[in-house]
């Protein structure tokens, strides 16, 4: 859902600023999404759960191909 979001968001700072899409300012299309709830990355998470993340992939299985 946050990539359909972020799209629309980039399109809609486009239209705003009478630019391509690929011209929009990354830093103001970040600043735009975390105004509205979106969280970038993975220490964006465990800052708004107060607690560490941290991530042990699995092995891989035959099964799970």
């Known amino acids: 859902m ?3 979001e972020a799209a629309g968001v ?3 700072l486009a239209v705003k600023s009478k630019a391509a899409v690929y011209q929009v300012s990354v830093s103001e299309l970040q600043k ?3 105004k509205y709830g979106a969280i970038l990355s993975t220490e964006e998470v ?3 759960r107060g607690a560490s993340l941290s991530f042990t ?3 891989e299985s035959e ?3």
């Open 63 to 65: 099964d799970a191909l």
């Open 46 to 48: 465990a800052s708004n």
């Open 57 to 59: 992939p699995r092995p």
């Open 32 to 34: 735009t999404l975390r």
């Open 2 to 4: 946050i990539m359909g």
């Open 10 to 12: 980039a399109a809609a």
